[in-house]
Each structure stands twice: as C-alpha cells, then as structure tokens.
C-alpha cells in the first residue's frame, strides 16, 4: 500500500462548488503539505501544518483552507472553486528532526469549469 | 525572496552519455539540499539529498555541492530513456525549525535511444 493517498485522484466540478481533497498518510510524519502543480510555475505551497495543531499558510493560500483531522489527514477544501484552481495538487509529508525529505503523494487532477 | 533557480531545458542527451543539470540558490544559510524526479503527470520522487561539500554517489547518480558557490548539481551517468523527466532541485530554507522546502521550476531532460 501507498504511504501517502490522496483522494479523488481526478475531479472536475463546476464555479462555485465546494470542493475537498484528502490526504491520508502511514508513515508515522508529523509535518504535512499542500502543493499545486501549474505548468511553468512549478510547485506552490498553499498551507503547511507541523503537528495537528498547528496551521501555517503558504504562498498561495487565498482561496483555499485546511483541517488537520488527525497526524495521519491533511484535508484541503475549496470554500468556491473558481477555474484557476485548475491544477494538480499534491499533498506531502516530512518528518521533524530527520532529514527535511517530502514525500509526496500521487496527485489529484482538479478541473473546475 | 528565497530563490531556486534552475535552467528549464530541455536538456537532450544521448543513451549512454553523462547529462548534469545543475541548481543555484540564493540562500546562503541553506543546510538540506534535495534532488527530485517527476514524470509528466506523476508526483515528485526523492532521487537523493546532500548535506555536505563535496560529492555524494547512489549508482548512477552524482550529487555535487559547492556552499560557497551556492550551487547544487547532479550527474547522470549511462543516461537511459528512462530517466527522460524533469527534474526538481529543492532547498531547505534556513528558518530554524520552521523549515520549509524552496523548489526550483524543474529542468526537462530527454534522453535520446
């Protein structure tokens, strides 16, 4: 089984729907991340947190919130998709006093029309 | 501003050459240095870290790190079509234990059978 799942995998929705992705982890981290992927833009941080209480945003965090239901869930939502949250966004994990080493998980394609 | 910059490519090689895709960053407090792959669609895979000047070697492949010249590379060696991909340098961004990842846009290399 996968470390890190991400689920939907693929999602197409429509503007103004409220959208959430999970994450689910078995790698015992405690620091999770939220990426979206835009071609030429490279990976964007939207929120970070480093245990369960604690929420940090990222660069690109307008739009978009977060719950971290417990060490091993991450869920990003999007309060009212608009179609430039189209991307591929991906959710990682990394372990406090090792090696600062993400892990990724495989993606979610999100198309909002 | 932190900065990761990488050249975007494509770089072309041929099967069996050496390719070197290389990195520079802009924070000279840096500590964690990360070499990723990605294959279109897919997520970002850890290929190898490195802490220290110098190089450090994990079978075909080389990572070199100079903190004075504030640049990271790696080598391929025997390329194979296989490794056709972008890939990602990451750095570790120096804010005592609230340390994130910098990531460069990814530089696309095509090796050629």
Not at chain 1, 36 to 45: F, I, K, M, S, T
Request: hydrophobic fraction near 30%; charged fraction near 20%.
């Amino acid at each position: 089984d996968a470390d890190v799942t991400q689920t939907p995998r693929n999602r197409i929705t429509k503007t103004g729907k409220r959208i959430m992705l999970e994450c689910s982890q078995t790698k015992g981290h405690d620091r999770m991340y939220w990426y979206r992927q835009d071609p030429g833009l490279g990976l964007r941080l939207i929120y970070y947190s480093f245990d369960v209480k604690d929420i940090n945003k990222g660069e690109i965090s307008d739009g978009y919130s977060v719950s971290r239901q417990a060490q091993a869930k991450f869920s990003l939502s999007l309060e009212s998709a608009i179609p430039n949250q189209t991307a591929l966004y991906f959710c990682a994990t990394s372990e406090t006093g090792r090696t600062d080493t993400q892990y990724f998980g495989p993606g979610t394609r999100l198309t909002v029309l | 501003q932190k900065e990761v910059e990488q050249n975007s490519g494509p770089l072309s090689v041929p099967e069996g050459a050496i390719a070197s895709l290389n990195c520079t960053y802009s924070d000279r407090g840096s500590q964690s240095f990360f070499w990723y792959r990605q294959y279109s669609g897919k997520s970002p895979e850890l290929i190898m870290f490195i802490y220290s000047n110098g190089d450090k070697e994990d079978g075909r492949f080389t990572a070199q790190l100079n903190k004075a010249s504030q640049y990271v590379s790696l080598l391929i060696r025997d390329s194979q079509p296989s490794d056709s991909a972008t890939y990602l340098c990451a750095v570790g961004a120096n804010a005592g234990n609230n340390r994130k990842l910098i990531w460069g846009l990814g530089t696309s290399l095509a090796v050629n059978p």
